[in-house]
């Protein structure tokens, strides 16, 4: 892998309302993915409702999970049938794999992903040399 990372972002919509504004799901999704993919969770998820500015009614729910390799988020629209979801880490995992559970999670019936490479400039690990003592 020449880059840092891997940044993979959904943009999925058609997706099951009830499921959007679901406070304990988008905390099970965090609480359970990082395992899924091979990642180290270093806090417990944080999920927060909110009414934004596009919502005629239903509170969406935004929620993070820090992993040791960066991070993972939610950000759903329910009154939209929509969500954002985002996956960054500096080790390799199954693509895939995540972005098939994430779209299955809310019941997404179109989506779009993106996976960016990031820190194609970032400077490489130099290996440190083993000094023996004579």
Known sequence: ???FGLHVTIDASGCDKRKLA?????YDILNKLPDRI???KMTLPYVAKWLDKF????EGM?????????????????DQDYVFMDIFS???FNTDKAIKYLVGAFGAKKFKTNILKRGLDFPPKIPQKIMLKA
Do not use: D, K, N, Q
Not at 22 to 26: D, G, Q
Not at 55 to 58: H, I, K, L, N, R
């Open 1 to 3: 892998m020449s880059e």
């Open 22 to 26: 679901s406070y304990s799901l988008v």
């Open 38 to 40: 091979g990642m180290t």
């Open 55 to 58: 919502a005629s009614g239903t």
């Open 62 to 78: 935004s929620g993070f999970v820090m992993i040791a390799e960066s991070h993972i988020s939610i950000h759903t629209f329910p």
């Open 90 to 92: 500096c080790r390799s």
